[in-house]
């Protein structure tokens, strides 16, 4: 049995293929992302899931996709939590970017991918590999664009009195706003990312009003210039998306990329239908 997996810092998408390619399950966990988590709470994430722990004996190949799994030391830490649950099982992981390149990108095709979901990344594939000029610091120093960028522009213009009344209103009654439950769940609780991007429902939401259009204008602008833009081809090449905030906001999305006179390609809100295609082809191949 072959999983296929797609992680972000906020959910976890499984796909289970035997190895004619049929799908024999699909499943969700909560998100794995090792550099925000320790090596007891992803392990509890996957043993909590009852498809998976039935069928570990069973798995031979596991294909993982996630947030945080660009550095050797957090590949090292959830390769290790992988190998004490499934002990029959060769691994290759990879950071997220792949999937988003797999799932939208055309073979021999060159492009640029991005990611704009609870974090955000971008990279250059030339047809056959992929490439990154920028090495991401995370969802404290980049992430621009991202559900937990724009969650976190929500909260400092509460706090700051920038917000219009009628949207602090509206905030306030959709969410717990006093400062001991922001402190801790921002410096006390794992998933700091996951729980800044939550607040980005609300931009969402509320995406007509102008003081939510120039955050998300100002959001798009700076992951274009500071991500896109650092690729010198990037006018000539169709430029895909994937990621939630990406789809929802795939209209301000559409204008951002002519106003820098960019070709939008391909928005995917869930890289893993892609991926799985991928590898199904790929075991067809070898059929």
């Known amino acids: 049995m072959y999983l296929i997996v797609d992680s972000g810092s906020t959910k976890t998408d499984w796909y289970a293929v035997d190895f004619d390619g049929k799908i024999l399950f699909s499943t969700q966990t909560l998100g794995l992302n090792p550099q925000v988590l320790s090596s007891a709470i992803l392990n509890e994430r996957i043993i909590n899931n009852y498809e998976i722990y039935q069928n570990r004996d069973a798995v031979t190949h596991l294909y993982f996709y996630g947030a945080g799994c660009g550095i050797n030391s957090t590949v090292e830490r959830i390769s290790k939590v992988f190998q004490e649950i499934f002990t029959n099982c060769e691994f290759s992981i990879k950071e997220d970017t792949y999937a988003a390149v797999y799932s939208t990108a055309k073979p021999d095709e060159s492009s640029i991918v991005c990611i704009l979901g609870t974090g955000s990344n971008c990279s250059y594939f030339d047809g056959k590999k992929v490439y990154q000029h920028i090495t991401s610091l995370g969802y404290i120093l980049m992430d621009e664009a991202s559900g937990n960028f724009y969650g976190k522009q929500l909260v400092r213009g509460y706090y700051f009195n920038e917000m219009p009344s009628q949207l602090s209103h509206q905030f306030e009654a959709e969410f717990t706003l006093d400062p001991d439950t922001v402190k801790e769940n921002l410096y006390r609780r794992e998933n700091p990312n996951t729980y800044l991007a939550g607040f980005a429902k609300f931009l969402i939401e509320n995406r007509e009003h102008p003081y939510m259009q120039k955050i998300i204008h100002d959001g798009l602008d700076r992951f274009i210039q ?15 998306f994937v990621g939630s905030i990406a789809h929802f906001l795939k209209s301000d999305l559409e204008k951002a990329m002519e106003r820098f006179g960019l070709t939008l390609g391909r928005v995917v809100k869930r890289p893993i239908d892609g991926l799985v295609d991928y590898h199904i082809s790929l075991l067809n191949l070898k059929a």
């Open 226 to 240: 500071h991500q896109v833009l650092q690729f010198d081809n990037a006018k000539e090449l169709p430029i895909h």
